[in-house]
């Protein structure tokens, strides 16, 4: 009679480091991904056909003197959306958007809308209301995470971001659509170990898994890619 070996608990600790390299490699593919997403259920009752993006809190500037994701984001809007308008407000460092587009947020979640009133109080506000919009697409980072380690022999250094956008009536405040998402970009040549790539690339990467999901007819051409 043939009796089968024991299990070895030695080897098991010997292939350990293994294991958990392997792991780590795991973690340092970067995954963009949509996390959540919530459309209101009266928002047929709404008339949107101009709609103004803000630039989002702490938005990176790979591009000098712009915003590259915001840039991104408009770009793919248009292209996806032909039907809506869409414009960004002139807006600057004065206005405060880094400090004020978060407070937007907060309240926003405090009170399940945007309270109009205070919003066209602030400078942001006030371009916003320049461009007479029937809605604005507004966002911030809810955290940044660097990541570093190697992944089939290369240094690797990956950018995870979690952030959300919301889309929200000028006529009365209410969240009209809400998307989480994470965004990720890594850089993986060893020659450039000391750099983590830009976080406006995470942003971008993230925007890519949203922008079929809102909640806009799209553009005939694109129906037709979509179909395809």
Known sequence: MKFQKPFNYLSLFALLPSLLYLNGCRDLVPESKLLDLYTSPKIKEYNIRK??????AQDDTTDSGTYYSTNHFFNE?????????????DLNESNGYDTLIPNFIESIEK?????????????IGASVDEENPDAIIIGKIDRTIPKSGFIRRYY?????????YYLISLVDGRVLWKADVLGEEGYYLSQIIDLFPPLDLALSNGIDKIITNLPFNKSSEQSETLEK
Do not use: G, H, W
């Open 111 to 123: 009170l399940k809308r945007l309270d109009l009133k205070s919003f066209f109080n602030t400078d």
């Open 51 to 56: 709609v103004a993006l803000l630039p989002m």
């Open 77 to 89: 809007l248009q292209k996806n959306y032909s039907d809506i308008k869409f414009v960004v407000p």
């Open 156 to 164: 690797a250094n990956v950018v995870s971001c979690e952030f959300r």
